[in-house]
């Protein structure tokens, strides 16, 4: 079927394609996981805290927002000052 020659050459080829293959796919899987793909109890424990920074975000927003409005109720000409 093949010869001992042309086996020679096949196997340190197939060996060389194997391993290189199998470091790409474990860098795929690591990239996808780190990605957000994994589904790992550290990554819904990394969203929840996020999602509570967001609401934090969102509420020290608003207090900004009623500080503006109050430095322009009382002094309007405040930003041009700054």
Not at 5 to 13: A, C, D, H, N, T
Not at 47 to 69: G, T, W
Not at 70 to 77: F, K, S, V, Y
Request: charged share 30%.
């Amino acid at each position: 079927m093949f010869r001992p020659e042309v086996l020679v050459f096949m196997i340190p080829i197939v060996a060389i394609v194997m391993g290189v293959a199998s470091s790409m796919l474990k860098t795929h899987y690591e990239h996808k996981e780190r990605m957000g793909g994994g589904g790992t109890p550290e990554n819904g424990t990394h969203r929840a805290e996020l999602e509570q920074m967001s609401r934090i975000a969102d509420i020290l927003d608003q207090r900004v927002k009623v500080l503006e409005r109050i430095l322009d109720d009382e002094i309007p000409n405040w930003r041009d000052k700054a």
